[in-house]
């Protein structure tokens, strides 16, 4: 969806929440532009989006900037928002699927397109 908008540069998609920690942790040396967007399900293998903001907020600041976080799940437990709603690091909490409307919204509220 974020390739056919054609609002980014450059999409990069993990499977695995420790191959997005590596990956962001492995710019110390800011050999890439960082991302402004990462969307987090909760349900991942290994590691669940949950243990990902944790581990996720324990790097440096350097290698977090401005991300902005977004949870995009199919989960419809309140106690999940709630859960995503306490957490300063994540800016929303959105239903899947991404729909062209819904990443409209995104960047119009979280980027000014």
Known sequence: MIDR???AEKV???QVAQEALA??????SGAYAQPDLILLDINMP??????FLEA???LPEAQRGNIVVMMLTTSLNPDDKKHADS???VAGFLS?????KLLQEILEDKFGW
């Open 87 to 89: 957490i300063g690091g």
């Open 5 to 7: 908008h054609g609002c």
């Open 96 to 100: 899947k699927p991404l729909t062209k």
């Open 46 to 51: 290994g590691m669940n989006g949950w243990e």
């Open 12 to 14: 990069v998609a993990f």
């Open 23 to 28: 990956f962001l942790a492995d710019n110390s």
């Open 56 to 58: 996720y907020e324990k």
